[in-house]
């Protein structure tokens, strides 16, 4: 009968019904659009890093995020070829504070990502990488990732602009994506990125510091003895990390030492607080319009344990007409943000469940909240 | 205040007559009740005697301000005792919590001068909810309240909401709901 009552005090007005839906609706789209954009920042800086063709990598030990240029010497990814079950070791040259992209389109100017390998290693994993990276073997040629924000300019194979000062051509696209802090990615040969970067005061080339190490090993079973071996023998101004550790390195910075990812965990945690007031407004105002009827309820006999579980089951109940409608809301939401802002905002399968719980959580939290008024209603105030 | 009392036993003089006090529904002995504390507490009950014996029917008059409520929600285990002996159905309520007091008023049948019948529900299901309290098989209690409210002259308007109803018809659901409990006392204010 609690199920009954807790349902037809919820449907009984349509109007009222749809008011207190939208109210969910609104807060846990809040709280979609909160975990969407701190996943998608998580997920986006990492997503290089996963197209990676090693089991091993090798950064400065004092590169504290991907971004920053703290190149360590490639002596150490040479020594690390020489290390018993390491079968292939080539270094990557990244360019962020450097480079600078005339639009080909527009001609307008803008910052960009370069990446810097020798087109005979097969750095990537990326399929249409592999099947392009010998034509980068031609001096002054660029692959653009397609997936690069709309101002970059995507312009096709064949199109002639300017990286650096310097007139090179597009010769095809990968897609990889910008992320919060890249806005377009260009992959190049180790010798274009030398000619392009190259310090006129430097005694040494640019390709002497390299940026990651990318390790394949024979084993993939005996990574861990591997790691460990590697870290002896090359010493501590590199660090050597597996595939899990280095996403982790990067993911920590984001959400620990970058204040973006506390502003979004923050922005979570309001949108749940907003939708506890929300439900518990909705709630309240619903059991104070019938607080006569529940005193009357405990005036015949039925205790507190009855109100309270049929105020929980009403909320439970809110918390799924709330719900379903603000997943299908956020679904277009996301679809639309990763269209138009280029973020890979992922509606996954655990994030649906824990924003289920969430939303439970929240009502069941308001509803609790709400049922005091209930409870503490005299049953003789009837008469 | 004034209390009045009929019978509806075959022999109305055994009303009249005094009763022992294990044949007593009601055997309020004594009563006082306070409200308020400190220098605010004013006495609104004072030492009052009340014995109801079963089947009889009990009209309470008086003044506005003479306490026919508080005595009624006293009566009704609406409300904790303060001092003299209110006995109901056999059991001493002064001294009862709120849990036991709880358990007497599911003995009570209730109807209310506001109604207070939930709007969202309808007729058969608000008088459900008062007998479901008592553990009354499915089966029969549907047919019982189908019998009560049709006997009340609402067999057509048993799915009927609260609203879609007129004050008298409220009423008498309302009634009905109270007989949920096939109540061995009914409070009607």
Redesign the interface.
């Given at each position: 009968m609690r199920v009954l009552l807790a349902w037809r005090n919820l449907t009984a007005s349509k109007k009222r019904l749809a008011i207190s839906t939208s109210g969910i609706v609104f807060a846990v789209v809040l709280m979609f659009m909160q975990i969407g954009f701190r996943n998608a920042l998580l997920d986006s800086s990492v997503e290089m890093m996963s197209y990676l063709n090693g089991n091993l990598f090798l950064i400065s030990s004092t590169k504290y995020r991907l971004l920053t240029n703290d190149p360590f010497p490639l002596r150490r990814v040479h020594q690390a070829r020489g290390i018993p079950g390491v079968t292939e070791a080539w270094p990557l040259y990244i360019e962020t504070e450097a480079a600078v992209w005339k639009n080909p389109l527009e001609r307008s100017s803008h910052a960009i990502r370069v990446l810097g390998f020798d087109p005979n290693d097969e750095v990537f994993t990326l399929p249409v990488v592999r099947d392009q990276q010998r034509v980068l073997l031609r001096p002054d040629t660029v692959l653009l990732d397609d997936r690069s924000r709309d101002f970059v300019g995507i312009a096709p194979p064949g199109t002639k602009t300017e990286l650096t000062g310097r007139s090179i051509e597009i010769v095809g696209h990968f897609t990889l994506g910008a992320d919060f802090a890249v806005d377009g990615n260009l992959m190049t040969s180790d010798r274009t990125f030398e000619r392009l970067f190259r310090n006129a005061h430097a005694m040494t080339s640019r390709l002497a510091l390299v940026e990651i190490g990318v390790l394949r090993v024979s084993d993939a079973e005996r990574i861990v003895p591997l790691q460990t071996e590697l870290q002896k023998a090359l010493g501590h101004d590199v660090a050597v990390l597996t595939r899990p550790e280095f996403m982790a390195f990067e993911r920590r910075y984001w959400e620990k030492a970058s204040p973006v990812g506390f502003v979004f965990g923050l922005g979570t945690v309001v949108g749940f607080v907003v939708g506890v007031m929300i439900c518990y407004q909705i709630l309240f105002t619903d059991l104070s319009d019938q607080l006569p009827q529940f005193a009357t309820l405990k005036a015949i006999g039925y205790d507190n344990g009855f109100l309270r579980r049929m105020v929980l089951v009403q909320s439970m109940l809110l918390s799924i007409f709330g719900y379903v409608p603000a997943l299908g809301l956020s679904f277009l939401l996301y679809k639309l943000i990763s269209v138009l802002a280029g973020l890979q905002m992922r509606l996954s399968g655990s994030l649906i469940v824990v924003m289920f719980c969430l939303t439970v959580v929240m009502c069941v939290l308001s509803g609790s909240l709400a049922v005091r008024k209930v409870l503490s209603t005299d049953p003789a105030e009837v008469f | 205040m004034n209390v009045v009392t009929s019978s509806s036993q075959p022999n109305p003089g055994v009303a009249k007559a005094v009763k022992a006090a294990d044949e007593l529904v009601v055997n309020v002995q004594g009563l006082n009740h306070y409200f308020g504390e400190g220098e605010n507490r004013k006495q609104v009950l004072f030492n009052n005697t009340l014995q109801v014996g079963p089947g009889e029917l009990v009209i309470m008059t008086g003044p506005s301000g003479s306490g026919k409520?508080t005595l009624?929600?006293l009566v009704?285990a609406?409300?904790s005792s303060q001092e003299g002996s209110n006995c109901v159905l056999g059991k001493e309520l002064k001294g009862l919590g709120a849990?036991q007091l709880?358990?007497v008023?599911?003995q009570?049948g209730?109807i209310?001068?506001?109604h207070?019948?939930?709007?969202?529900?309808t007729a058969f299901?608000n008088v459900?909810?008062?007998m479901?309290?008592h553990g009354h098989k499915s089966r029969d209690m549907r047919r019982e309240i189908i019998k009560i409210l049709s006997r009340l002259g609402l067999g057509e308007r048993i799915y009927y909401k609260p609203r879609q109803l007129s004050g008298g018809q409220r009423q008498r659901v309302a009634f009905t709901?109270?007989l949920?409990?096939f109540p061995a006392v009914s409070d009607s204010?």
């Open positions: - | 409520t009624l929600t009704g609406l409300r849990k709880n358990e008023r599911r009570i209730f209310f001068q506001m207070n019948l939930f709007d969202s529900l299901e459900k909810m008062s479901e309290l709901t109270s949920g409990s204010v």
